[in-house]
C-alpha cells in the first residue's frame, strides 16, 4: 500500500482504447505549472488499442518535468467499467489531494495550481470543480453554459436536474479524505453513472461544492464517451431517490410543475409516502388545465387517485419543477419569476 500524503496531488487517469486523444491529455499533464510534488496515477482498463505504447511513450517527459508516473492494467482482456478503474487509479496514488482527469480531456497549465490553491482555504470536504470549454465548441451548449454559470447555492440546489452533476466530473479535484468519507465509486459497470452516485453521496454526507471560475479544462464531446452508455431511466432513477431523500422527505406537501408527460412520469415514480403529498399539477397549457385532474390509473389503489391540475398562479408552493431550462423562449422563467419564490425553499429544479 503506497504512503498516502508523499505528493501534494496525483492525478487520477482511467484509461480504456484511448488513444485517439491520450497523448494531448498527457502533454496537458506535463506542462502544469505547479511547482509542488506531482503525481500521475495511471489504470490502464483493458485497453485494446495502442493507449499504453502511448503512455510508455510519454512517460520520460513526464519524469524529465518531475512527475512521478504509477501505471497498473487489467490484463483480463475485459474491461471493467470507468468507477473500478478510477478507484485503482486512487489506490495506488500517494497524493493528499486527487485531481481526477478523462483521457480524451486536455488540462489548461494552471489546472492544478488553482484548484489546489482553492482547495487549502475550505474545508477539506469541498468537492471543487472548474468552468470547461467544450470541444467541438458548439456542441452542448445549453449544457456548458449551465455549467459554467450556476451560482454557488445554485451548485447545491440544482444537483438533482437531468443534467447531473453541477460540477462535471472531469473537473474534479478533492482531498483525500472526501474520496475515502464518500466510498470510492461504484464498480457496477458499464451503463452505471458512478459520478452521479459519487455526487450525491458526497452531498447527502453534507460535502460541501465550489467552482473555480477559470476555464480549467478543454471537455470533449463525442458519441464514444462513457455517458453514452448510461440509461436515462437509470439517471432518473438515481436523481429521484436523491432528491426525495434530501429534499421531499422535509416537504408535508408540493406541486408538480408541468401536467404533461414528464410531471405525470414524476408523480408515478415517487414513493407511495411522497406522491400522496402532491397537491396539484400546475402548467400554462390551456388543454390540460381544462381537463381539470389527473387521474392515475395504474395505481392499485381504489378509488385511483386523483389529481387537480391549476394554473401554475393558482398554484401552492414548493414545487418540483419538470420544465427544462432554456428551452421556452424564457417563458417559463419570466413565469417563476413572478412568483417571487426562493429557490431550495418555495422549488427545486428536477428536470
Known sequence: MPLEGTYDVSIVLPVCNAALWLEECLRSVCDQDFQGSLELSIYDDASQDDSRAIIERCSPALAE?????????????????????????????????????????????????????????????????????????????????????????????????????????????????????????????????????FFLRHLELGGQLHRVDHVLLMYRYHQGGATFSVLEDTIWDVRLRALETAVLSKWKEFTIWNAG????????????????????????????????????????????????????????????????????????????ASLNLMEGRDYIHFN
Open 65 to 197: 518535468r518531475g512527475i512521478r508516473v504509477v501505471i497498473s492494467e487489467n490484463k483480463s482482456g475485459m474491461p471493467s467499467g470507468v468507477g473500478f478503474a478510477k478507484n485503482r487509479a486512487v489506490e495506488q496514488s500517494q497524493g493528499s489531494h486527487l485531481c481526477f482527469l478523462d483521457a480524451d480531456d486536455v488540462m489548461a497549465t494552471m489546472r492544478v495550481r488553482l484548484q489546489l490553491a482553492a482547495a487549502s482555504v475550505r474545508s477539506r470536504h469541498t468537492l471543487l470543480g472548474c468552468q470547461v470549454r467544450r470541444l467541438p465548441e458548439a456542441s452542448t451548449q445549453r449544457y456548458v453554459q449551465w455549467a459554467n454559470s450556476t451560482t454557488p447555492e445554485q451548485l447545491h440546489l440544482q444537483a438533482y436536474t437531468s443534467h447531473g452533476p453541477t460540477l462535471l466530473m472531469p473537473t474534479w479535484f478533492c482531498a483525500r479524505e472526501l474520496y475515502d468519507a464518500v466510498g470510492g465509486f461504484s464498480e457496477a459497470g458499464k451503463g452505471t453513472p458512478e459520478d452521479l452516485i
Open 261 to 336: 408527460k414528464q410531471g405525470r412520469k414524476l408523480y408515478r415514480s415517487l414513493s407511495v409516502e411522497n406522491r400522496n403529498k402532491v397537491m396539484s399539477f400546475c402548467d400554462v397549457d390551456k388543454k390540460k388545465i381544462a381537463k381539470g385532474v389527473y387521474t392515475h390509473e395504474e395505481s392499485t389503489c381504489l378509488p385511483r387517485p386523483r389529481v387537480p391540475i391549476v394554473h401554475f398562479t393558482e398554484a401552492k408552493p414548493p414545487f418540483v419543477i419538470c420544465v427544462k431550462m432554456d428551452l421556452t423562449g424564457g417563458i417559463f422563467e419570466k413565469n417563476l
